[in-house]
């Protein structure tokens, strides 16, 4: 059998909620999945929930989905999608937080390529000195409060707040 009639029944017994199918879908492509989310976005946990949520936009959706070629394909270009979208969201929220202390916040629209936007962000924050590096990245990547980082760290609210000051000035200046 050709792997386009197999994707074809496979896809078919994803349309008919065959529970079966779902998860031999998993076990093929998931580890493939993840390691491509990751190679893109450079964060495993978020590689894994990207992926995790694909396979269940894919059950919840595969009646509407018309599936053109071969499942692989689909599937990597989803992930590759939803890994690109993932990006853009974290650099608005990052380009955001940089320039919320501006009087006058511009809204543009660039095309990125997001891969080296990510690998130029990720440079300019290994530039940051050491404390201000381990503060930004819990307060962007680990979504944690000031107040959350001085008591983890044993710093009081006000450095951790001068430190995010140092390392978004720092950000801004790297990015530009």
């Known amino acids: 059998m050709s792997h386009r009639n197999e994707d ?6 994803l349309r008919q909620k065959d529970e079966a199918a779902l998860k031999s879908l998993f076990f093929k492509f998931n580890e493939k999945l993840v390691n491509r989310a990751y190679h893109l ?6 590689a894994e929930e990207l992926t995790q949520d694909l396979f269940l936009t894919i059950w919840e959706k595969a009646s509407s989905i ?14 590759k999608n939803r890994s690109f979208n993932y990006l853009k969201s974290r650099f608005a929220n990052t380009y ?13 629209t660039h095309e ?7 690998k130029k962000v ?4 290994n ?26 760290l044993g710093i009081s609210k006000k450095t951790v ?3 995010m000051g140092i390392a978004l000035k720092k950000l801004r200046e790297l990015i530009k």
């Open 8 to 13: 074809q029944e496979l896809w078919e017994k």
């Open 66 to 79: 018309e599936l053109k070629g071969k499942i692989e394909n689909y599937l990597l270009v989803s992930i």
């Open 112 to 118: 990125y390529d997001l891969k080296q936007l990510n």
């Open 161 to 163: 707040e001068t430190q």
């Open 127 to 152: 530039q940051l000195p050491a404390k201000c590096k381990e503060i930004f990245i819990l307060s962007r990547r680990h979504e944690m409060t000031y107040n959350e980082i001085s008591k983890s």
């Open 122 to 125: 990720i440079w300019a924050i």
């Open 41 to 46: 976005i450079n964060n495993k946990e978020a």
């Open 96 to 108: 955001l937080t940089i320039h919320e202390e501006d009087s006058e916040v511009e809204f543009q």
